[in-house]
C-alpha cells in the first residue's frame, strides 16, 4: 500500500483484549486510523465505536472484511476461532495480526500461514514478549553471544485469579497460557528449536474442576537441539498479582527478564517494605502491546514481515500439543512426532 495516508485496522472482536487494542489503534498511533469494529454480540461493537469515535460497527464479520476501506485487521476473538478468521481475512485481502494461539491444531496452523502466504499479505500473532523491551534486549544480548552458549532457561505465567473455572476450555493452559513462555523459549534460544518435550499438570487451585478437564498449575521441560534445557511453568491463582519473568543462563553469564511490580515505587513503613505489583497484563506490557502493533502497522504499510510470525506461532503450538500429549501418556513427545501426525484432534 503507499504510504501517503494513514493505515485502516478493522478490529474482530471487542472484549478485555480487543477493546485494549482498539483504543491502541484509535489514539495511540500515528499514521494509523481505527476504520471498523466488529463482534457478533448485539451492540457491542457499536458502543465501543462511539466511546472511540469509530462510526462504523458491525455484528457480521463478513462484512468488515468486505469493507474495501479495510486494509488490515485486528483478531482479539477466541482461541478456537482465529484460524478461520486468519484464512477468511487473507482471502478478502487483508493484512492479518492474530492474537494467540492463531491455531488449535497444526492442521489449522498450515492453513492460516498458507492463506496469508497466497494472499501475499503479512500475517502477525500477539506473542507481545518479543516487543517487550527487556526482553528484547536480552534476545539481542544472546544473538550477539553476549552471555555465550544458552544452557538453562526458564519461563512463567501466573495469571492473579481463577475467577470462573467453568468457561475455561480443556488443555487452555498449554495452549492459551503457556504458548507465550513456548514462544519466549524460542525467542530466548535465538537459532535452536526444541526436539523434546516432557510436561506434568494438575488442578492445584480448583480440585473439583479436574473432572471437567480443568488444569491449573503445569510445568514443562523442554530440550532444545542445541543442547539446552528449558522450563516453563504456569499456574492460574498466584494471589500476589500477575507475575510474568523469564531467565536464561549461558556459559558465559545469565540475563533475567520479568518484574511483578507495577512502578519501582517501593514504601518503608512500620508495616513493613511493600511494592505494587502488577494485577492485569496490559498494566505490566502496556508498552510492548502498543509496540506490536506499531509493527503491525509498519509491516502493512511496507509488506515486509513481522517480528513474530505465523510460523513462530507453529512452532510454539507444535511444542503445546507435546506437552498435551505428554501429559495424556505419560512421557516425552518428539516434536517430529508431533508434526508427522499433525495432532487433528486433542482428544
Request: net charge negative; with cysteine.
Amino acid at each position: 500500500m503507499t504510504t501517503s495516508r494513514p493505515v485502516t485496522i478493522g478490529l474482530i472482536g471487542t472484549g478485555r483484549m480487543g477493546s485494549f487494542h482498539a483504543e491502541t489503534l484509535a489514539r495511540r498511533l500515528p499514521g494509523v486510523r481505527l476504520g471498523a469494529l466488529a463482534d457478533p454480540a448485539p451492540g457491542a461493537a457499536r458502543a465501543l465505536g462511539d466511546r472511540l469515535g469509530c462510526p462504523i460497527a458491525y455484528t457480521d464479520v463478513a462484512d468488515l472484511l468486505a469493507d474495501p476501506h479495510i486494509d488490515a485487521v485486528v483478531i482479539a476473538t477466541p482461541a478456537r476461532t482465529h484460524a478461520d478468521l486468519v484464512q477468511a481475512a487473507a482471502r478478502a485481502g487483508k493484512a492479518v495480526y492474530c492474537e494467540k494461539p492463531m491455531a488449535i491444531t497444526l492442521a489449522d496452523a498450515d492453513r492460516a500461514i498458507t492463506a496469508a502466504r497466497k494472499a501475499g499479505v503479512p500475517l502477525q500473532v500477539g506473542f507481545n514478549r518479543r516487543y517487550d523491551s527487556a526482553f528484547r534486549t536480552a534476545h539481542d544480548k544472546i544473538a550477539a553471544g553476549g552471555i555465550g552458549t544458552p544452557q538453562l532457561l526458564r519461563s512463567l505465567t501466573r495469571d492473579p485469579k481463577l475467577a470462573d473455572p467453568s468457561r475455561i476450555p480443556p488443555w487452555t493452559i498449554f495452549l492459551e497460557t503457556l504458548i507465550h513462555d513456548f514462544d519466549a523459549l524460542r525467542y530466548l534460544n535465538p537459532g535452536a528449536e526444541p526436539v523434546e518435550v516432557f510436561a506434568m499438570a494438575d488442578a492445584l487451585v480448583r480440585p473439583d474442576f479436574k473432572d471437567q478437564g480443568l488444569l491449573d498449575t503445569a510445568v514443562v521441560t523442554v530440550r532444545f537441539d542445541n543442547g539446552a534445557l528449558a522450563t516453563a511453568e504456569a499456574n492460574f491463582q498466584a494471589v500476589y498479582g500477575y507475575d510474568v519473568r523469564a531467565e536464561v543462563f549461558g556459559s558465559n553469564g545469565m540475563l533475567t527478564m520479568g518484574d511483578i511490580r507495577r512502578t519501582h515505587l517501593t514504601s518503608y513503613g512500620p508495616d513493613g517494605i511493600h511494592a505494587e505489583a502488577t494485577t492485569y497484563d496490559q498494566d505490566l506490557f502496556r508498552d510492548a502491546y502498543i509496540a506490536e502493533l506499531a509493527d503491525f502497522a509498519d509491516s502493512v504499510r511496507t509488506g515486509r514481515t513481522p517480528h513474530a510470525t505465523g510460523q513462530d506461532a507453529r512452532a510454539a503450538l507444535s511444542i503445546a500439543l507435546a506437552a498435551v500429549r505428554s501429559v495424556t501418556t505419560g512421557a516425552p513427545v518428539r516434536i517430529d512426532e508431533v508434526d508427522d501426525d499433525r495432532l487433528s484432534s486433542l482428544g
